[in-house]
């Protein structure tokens, strides 16, 4: 009992945090709900007592101008009551568009904030999908539903069982024991429901990925080359079939659930009809009276029903509001600090005995990381694939925390620092970086281009791009892609990377981070490029990360990874001279593209 309570109380907070939140979103939403249960409880009491009127007339004086007099009562309430429910429910489906995009909005802009780790988290995607699967499914909306059913059904349970209790109680008490137990069978849909949703969550989640793939032009060369078509004819034959069988499985469970229901309802329907007919014949009532009371009844068991399912509904529901909740949670509480870095451009950065092993991964991708990266020094971070080196700099760059050790900025614990101060301090040209369809000036600057575009051509022409962007007919303007612009251009793999170097260069932060920045630029390019960048990171801190070793000649220092650990570290000159070592081992095999 103790537990129930508990958890109506945690249902309870669950559904009113959810209402304040759709309120701040869209108020006419709510007010329409509130105002469409009002005039439902209209409409239907109107379609219970003005039958009883007009038969009586019929069946006793036949009265003209009275029966003119109920049926124009009657057409009129029907006609004000259904355009008045037009018009709302015409208002609720804008506003239900409103609400939809107002709730992945608040999602979406969770995502943004929530910590890297999460990103990369298969839980916490299989988690968004299934959040999003049930606000496009309409099951918050039911919440609402649920919300205005209870507060009209008990209206109408009030009056219509005062009603029925003037003909007899115990219609009611029976009528009260088969809802009771239909109210059961319909708790048992609901877990069911529930059950399968989540499980298609994860099917959606692979099935959109693969859906996604057939949208993508970048991906259109392999495709086709590789015929990739075949794959994803396997991948989408492969959901069809399981979603046939957990829907078949999820079915047929329902199913019988709802055949109990619907048996019950006859059996209701059919206690009624034999009692009042009974009451008929013994003159207790009329056919006036007969079709009130029936209707009445009728009304009366499924406002019971309709209560208790909304209360049903509820729980199911707050499920997945716990879920959005837990969604939003992970983009709120961020386990960051709050101390300001110092305006400073002096930043050394230290990695005092760190490991590393990624969530629910059984080995470490760092072990026992001990380095300092000194105030403008260049560091080389080299090894082979697969050796940690953008582990570490994911750490670096506060993606992700320590599994052990620590990591101290200017002496200061990463953790304890303000992350967004922090990362002002930093500009990094990813491995996998991401270009976005538009325009070239947005990708470098995004919402800073307005501010200083000789700076952003300043930035093109340092990186060694302007060259081209000259050639283009609307320059930095020109939108990169076709998705939005017919005109848009896609640029080589080089191009690519000199534009995202130009991207990092206009942030001027006092750290560069540089991974694996030219992998798709041959060794002379990648020279060229390296060389520009020893140029305009004068004063800068750059940590360069490569299993390819041109960097290394104009570094201070080089870090050597190898099975996530630094095996050696020092010049080029002093590490050169370790015939042993796998610097050597690694320079020596590349020699050939430096000579």
Same mark, same amino acid.
């Given at each position: ?65 009275? $029966?003119? #007099?109920?049926?124009? !009562? @009657?057409?009129?309430? *029907?006609?004000? +009551?259904?355009?008045?429910? &037009?018009? %709302? ?88 024991? $088969?809802? #009771?137990?239909?109210? !059961? @069978?319909?708790?048992? *849909?609901?877990? +069911?429901?529930?059950?399968? &949703?989540? %499980? ?396």
């Amino acid at each position: 009992m103790k537990k129930r309570l508990q958890n109506l109380k945690k249902n309870i907070a669950l559904i009113l945090y959810f209402v304040k939140t759709s309120y701040s979103i869209s108020k006419s939403y709510i007010w329409g709900m509130i105002f469409s249960s009002i005039i439902g409880i209209i409409a239907g009491y109107n379609f219970i007592i003005m039958p009883k009127f007009f038969i009586g007339e019929l069946m006793n004086l036949k009265r003209i101008n009275v $029966i003119a #007099l109920y049926l124009v !009562i @009657f057409v009129s309430i *029907i006609f004000i +009551t259904k355009n008045i429910s &037009d018009i %709302i429910s015409n208002m609720m489906e804008i506003e239900k568009t409103k609400l939809l995009k107002g709730l992945q909005n608040i999602i979406d802009r969770s995502i943004m904030e929530m910590d890297y780790e999460h990103i990369e988290d298969p839980k916490i995607l299989d988690l968004r999908e299934q959040v999003m699967e049930s606000i496009h499914g309409d099951f918050f909306y039911r919440m609402f539903d649920c919300l205005t059913s209870i507060v009209t059904e008990s209206i109408n349970l009030i009056s219509l069982g005062i009603l029925i209790s003037f003909l007899n109680p115990i219609i009611i008490v029976i009528l009260v024991l $088969i809802v #009771l137990m239909n109210n !059961i @069978f319909n708790k048992k *849909i609901n877990e +069911t429901t529930f059950f399968w &949703d989540k %499980i298609f969550g994860v099917f959606n989640r692979r099935l959109g990925y693969f859906h996604s793939i057939t949208n993508d032009f970048s991906i259109g060369k392999d495709s086709r080359i590789y015929d990739i078509k075949g794959l994803l004819n396997d991948e989408f034959d492969d959901f069809n079939k399981k979603s046939y069988e957990a829907n078949m499985r999820g079915m047929k469970k329902s199913g019988l659930f709802y055949g109990l229901i619907s048996i019950n309802e006859q059996i209701q329907l059919l206690i009624v009809y034999i009692y009042i007919t009974y009451k008929v014949f013994t003159g207790v009532i009329g056919i006036g009276g007969f079709s009130m009371y029936v209707s009445a009844a009728s009304q009366f068991g499924k406002s019971i029903f309709r209560i208790m399912d909304s209360f049903v509904g509820f729980r199911l529901i707050s499920n997945y509001i716990d879920m959005y909740m837990q969604l939003l949670k992970l983009g709120e509480n961020k386990k960051r600090g709050g101390l300001k870095i110092v305006d400073t451009d002096d930043i050394c950065i230290e990695f005092r005995n760190v490991s590393f092993k990624y969530p629910r991964a059984e080995q470490y991708t760092l072990k026992n990381i001990n380095i300092t990266v000194y105030p403008h020094e260049k560091l080389s971070v080299i090894g082979e694939n697969g050796a940690g080196k953008t582990t570490f700099i994911k750490l670096l760059c506060g993606l992700y925390r320590p599994t052990s050790g620590e990591i101290l900025v200017n002496g200061i614990n990463i953790t304890e620092l303000d992350y967004e101060s922090y990362i002002q301090k930093i500009s990094a040209v990813f491995q996998d970086f991401k270009l976005f369809a538009c325009s070239i000036k947005e990708n470098i600057a995004f919402d800073d281009f307005n501010n200083d575009e000789e700076k952003i051509i300043g930035t093109l022409n340092k990186s060694g791009i302007l060259e081209k962007i000259n050639t283009l007919s609307n320059g930095i303007d020109t939108q990169l892609y076709k998705y939005f612009d017919e005109n848009g251009i896609e640029l080589s793999g080089g191009e690519n990377q000199k534009l995202v170097i130009s991207r990092a260069i206009y942030k001027n932060s006092p750290v560069i981070v540089l991974d694996e920045p030219t992998a798709s630029l041959d060794p002379y390019a990648e020279y060229e490029i390296f060389s520009k960048l020893n140029d305009i990171s004068q004063g800068k801190t750059v940590i360069f990360i490569s299993h390819r070793l041109s960097s290394c000649r104009i570094c201070d220092k080089i870090a050597v990874f190898h099975k996530g650990e630094i095996v050696q570290y020092g010049t080029h000159d002093e590490l050169i001279g370790f015939p042993d070592g796998k610097y050597y081992e690694m320079y020596t095999a590349q020699a050939q593209y430096y000579i």
